[in-house]
């Protein structure tokens, strides 16, 4: 959207380029696929019949679990493999690099008979199995390994791969992995791709100052330093390391809590029963976007209301609670949508629903409700905490039921105002009666 020339139409859900060559040279150096439009991109499009291309199928030589898929450039057929779970771009094989299942295999061909496109397979006989299905975590590691060496030269890969062997061995979630090595890559780039046993605590801490006049939050230095004590402690071997910096002080930001009015005016405002659901167990249950796309049928417990949340933030499971008000709801739902895995299918087999959809669902029904307040599918969350300390329980069920290792982290909805609290009036107020008329006047001025 930063590109001059390029809108998001809401209608057709895509986006338009302008027919300009600066407008053309710069979405594709962004999307990063090559050459996306055609030599004669500036004049009028024709109107494609006939077959409009061919996708192959090949061995992936490195693992015999994946396969490659070469395609035309094509926008919207990209963006659509790149949703899919474990999809991700080889550059060394200069194509897209799939999971080699048949459930795979049948979504691609869907996906091809939609837009008049040939399949090819090159594949031996067997090659496709259910048996190669990775599960999400396996998807995840898998690209990333690839996907974080490319940030940096190959000449000093070698500084990275150990970083991330380290952290990959010692079982570290996906997205710490990438948070981590991502900064410790940029702290690489902006020493020259020294070694990191060359450099000296002024050097680290020159190079915080710069995040920090950059804008770094404060998460975010802390971040970046605790990636770099990770690199010198577990990889270098060196114990007493130890960069010898105050953290920087924490923003105290309050987390926007919607009240349980406005969060019943959204609810109001979703017709699709899938929809409507996956909003009810966010704010319901407490959970995150990826908890709520994550959930499997053998997770809800319905005998026992409760429900199972497996390996989320920090790789840990917990258990919440299943509203009583929604068991009716969700067995009608499993009815309308039969499904032997996920709760929130995705729009191929055996994928799961894309955070994105669940996010969109949540941007439109505020909208719809005529909120002010910028609420995301987060905020459901976080109301779902205030609204429970309002209600008495006790801090420490609250922090059980959110999933935080740190009752700090819970505590912070202690400084929301609970509704005692609003009954308060200020002295002002009272103070006000007692006033004359001409001291109204000059309070107002």
């Known amino acids: 959207m930063a590109i001059k020339g390029v809108f998001w139409n809401k209608k057709q859900k895509a986006f338009f380029v302008f027919r300009h060559v600066n407008t053309k040279i710069k979405v594709e150096a962004l999307l990063d696929v090559g050459v996306l439009f055609p030599e004669n991109y500036y004049e009028k499009s024709e109107i494609i019949t006939g077959e409009y291309g061919v996708v192959e199928l090949e061995v992936y030589a490195p693992d015999n679990r994946w396969m490659v898929l070469r395609c035309p450039k094509i926008p919207f057929l990209i963006e659509e493999v790149r949703r899919w779970e474990g999809s991700r771009y080889s550059k060394s094989s200069d194509a897209y690099v799939l999971n080699a299942t048949p459930?795979?295999?049948?979504?691609?061909?869907?996906?091809?008979?939609?837009?008049?496109?040939?399949?090819?397979?090159?594949?031996?006989?067997?090659y496709l199995r259910k048996s190669k299905a990775m599960n999400r975590k396996s998807t995840q590691l898998k690209g990333m390994r690839e996907y974080l060496l490319q940030q940096v030269p190959a000449k000093v890969q070698t500084y990275t791969l150990a970083m991330i062997d380290y952290m990959y061995a010692m079982n570290y979630s996906a997205s710490s992995i990438r948070n981590y090595v991502s900064a410790f890559n940029l702290f690489l780039r902006f020493n020259g791709y020294q070694s990191p046993e060359?450099?000296?605590?002024?050097?680290?801490?020159?190079?915080?100052?710069?995040?920090?006049?950059?804008g770094l939050s404060t998460s975010g230095v802390n971040m970046v330093i605790n990636a770099l004590q990770f690199y010198f402690r577990m990889v270098l071997h060196r114990d007493?390391?130890?960069?010898?910096?105050?953290?920087?002080?924490?923003?105290?930001?309050?987390?926007?809590?919607?009240?349980?009015?406005?969060?019943?005016?959204?609810?109001?405002?979703?017709?699709?029963?899938?929809?409507?659901?996956?909003?009810?167990?966010g704010y319901?249950?407490?959970?995150?976007?990826?908890?709520?796309?994550?959930?499997?049928?053998?997770?809800?417990?319905?005998?026992?209301?409760?429900?199972?949340?497996?390996?989320?933030?920090?790789?840990?499971?917990?258990?919440?609670?299943l509203p009583y008000s929604i068991v009716a709801y969700l067995e009608d739902y499993r009815k309308m949508y039969p499904s032997d895995?996920?709760?929130?299918?995705?729009?191929?087999?055996?994928?799961?629903?894309?955070?994105?959809?669940?996010?969109?669902?949540?941007?439109?029904a505020v909208e719809k409700a005529g909120l002010q307040k910028k609420a995301s599918v987060h905020t459901l969350r976080h109301s779902f905490a205030t609204h429970l300390l309002e209600n008495g329980t006790d801090i420490r069920?609250?922090?059980?039921?959110?999933?935080?290792?740190?009752?700090?982290?819970?505590?912070?909805?202690?400084?929301?105002?609970?509704?005692?609290?609003?009954?308060?009036?200020?002295?002002?107020?009272?103070?006000?009666?007692?006033?004359?008329?001409?001291?109204?006047?000059?309070?107002?001025?």
């Open 103 to 126: 459930s795979v295999f049948e979504n691609l061909q869907q996906l091809a008979n939609r837009l008049n496109m040939r399949v090819e397979s090159h594949l031996p006989k067997g």
């Open 198 to 214: 060359t450099l000296t605590e002024r050097e680290i801490v020159r190079h915080l100052a710069l995040k920090v006049e950059q």
């Open 240 to 281: 007493e390391f130890e960069i010898k910096l105050p953290r920087p002080r924490a923003e105290e930001k309050l987390p926007v809590v919607l009240s349980f009015e406005e969060c019943s005016r959204i609810f109001q405002q979703v017709q699709n029963p899938k929809h409507k659901l996956l909003l009810l167990l």
């Open 284 to 321: 319901g249950a407490g959970l995150r976007r990826s908890e709520i796309v994550g959930l499997k049928w053998v997770d809800i417990l319905f005998d026992e209301h409760k429900i199972v949340v497996r390996q989320s933030k920090g790789n840990k499971d917990r258990v919440v609670m």
């Open 397 to 445: 069920y609250i922090q059980q039921l959110l999933g935080h290792t740190n009752i700090k982290t819970t505590m912070v909805y202690t400084h929301i105002l609970p509704k005692a609290a609003r009954k308060i009036a200020s002295p002002l107020d009272r103070m006000q009666g007692m006033l004359g008329d001409a001291d109204n006047e000059k309070i107002v001025e």
């Open 341 to 364: 895995d996920w709760v929130f299918a995705g729009q191929y087999k055996g994928e799961a629903l894309s955070t994105g959809t669940v996010q969109t669902v949540m941007r439109n």
